[in-house]
T-cell receptor, first 112, second 111 residues
Framework: DADVTQTPRNRITKTGKRIMLECSQTKGHDRMYWYRQDPGLGLRLIYYSFDVKDINKGEISDGYSVSRQAQAKFSLSLESAIPNQTALYFC???????????FGPGTRLTVL | KQEVTQIPAALSVPEGENLVLNCSFTDSAIYNLQWFRQDPGKGLTSLLLIQSSQREQTSGRLNASLDKSSGRSTLYIAASQPGDSATYLCAVSGSARQLTFGSGTQLTVLP
C-alpha cells in the first residue's frame, strides 16, 4: 500500500461547486502539505500543517481552505471552484527533524 | 521572495551520455536544497538533499552540488539510461522550512 494516498485521482467539476480533496498517510509524520502544480510552473504551496492544531497559509491560499482531521488526514477544500483552479494537486508529508517530504500521486482537477 | 530557476526546460540526450541539470535561486539564505524526480501520473520522489553547510551529495549515478554563495546547484547524471527519463525539480528550503520549487527540466534519454 502507498504511504501517501490522495482521493480522488481525477475530478472534473463545474464553476461554483464545492470540492474536497483528501489526503491520508500511513507514515506517522506530523507535517502535511498541499501544493498545486500548473503546466510549466513548479509546485506552489497552498497550506501546511505541522500538527493537528497548527495550520498555516502558504503562498497561494486564497480560494482554498483545509482541515486536519487527524494526524493521518489532511483535506483541501475549494469552497467555490473557478476555472483557474484547474491544476494538479499534490499532498506531501514530512517529519519535523527532517526536511525530506514524501509526496502522494496527485489529483488532477479540472474546473469547467 | 525566493525564486528558483531551472535551465534548460527540456533536454534530450542519447543513452550513455553524461549530463548536467542546472538550478539557480535568488536568496542564498537557505537551509537546504533538494532534487526531486517526477514521473507522469506519480508523485515526486526525493533524489538528493544537500544541507546548506554541504557542497555536494552523491547517490549512485547522481551527484548534486551546491554553491550557496552564488545561488547555484547542479545535478550530474552519469551514463544516462532511458529509465532516467522524467522531469527533475529543484527546491530550496527557507527560514520557515517551506519548499520553493523551480519549474523543472524535462529529460528524455533516447535508446
Amino acid at each position: 500500500d502507498a504511504d501517501v494516498t490522495q482521493t480522488p485521482r481525477n475530478r472534473i467539476t463545474k464553476t461554483g461547486k464545492r470540492i474536497m480533496l483528501e489526503c491520508s498517510q500511513t507514515k506517522g509524520h506530523d507535517r502535511m502539505y498541499w501544493y498545486r502544480q500548473d503546466p510549466g510552473l513548479g509546485l506552489r504551496l497552498i497550506y501546511y500543517s505541522f500538527d493537528v492544531k497548527d495550520i498555516n497559509k502558504g503562498e497561494i491560499s486564497d480560494g482554498y481552505s483545509v482541515s486536519r482531521q487527524a494526524q493521518a488526514k489532511f483535506s483541501l477544500s475549494l469552497e467555490s471552484a473557478i476555472p483557474n483552479q484547474t491544476a494538479l494537486y499534490f499532498c506531501a508529508t514530512g517529519l519535523a527533524e527532517s526536511d525530506t517530504q514524501y509526496f502522494g500521486p496527485g489529483t488532477r482537477l479540472t474546473v469547467l | 521572495k525566493q525564486e528558483v530557476t531551472q535551465i534548460p526546460a527540456a533536454l534530450s540526450v542519447p543513452e550513455g551520455e553524461n549530463l548536467v541539470l542546472n538550478c539557480s535561486f535568488t536568496d542564498s539564505a537557505i537551509y537546504n536544497l533538494q532534487w526531486f524526480r517526477q514521473d507522469p501520473g506519480k508523485g515526486l520522489t526525493s533524489l538528493l538533499l544537500i544541507q546548506s553547510s554541504q557542497r555536494e551529495q552523491t547517490s549512485g549515478r547522481l551527484n548534486a552540488s551546491l554553491d550557496k554563495s552564488s545561488g547555484r546547484s547542479t545535478l550530474y547524471i552519469a551514463a544516462s539510461q532511458p529509465g532516467d527519463s522524467a522531469t527533475y525539480l529543484c527546491a530550496v528550503s527557507g527560514s520557515a522550512r517551506q519548499l520553493t520549487f523551480g519549474s523543472g527540466t524535462q529529460l528524455t534519454v533516447l535508446p
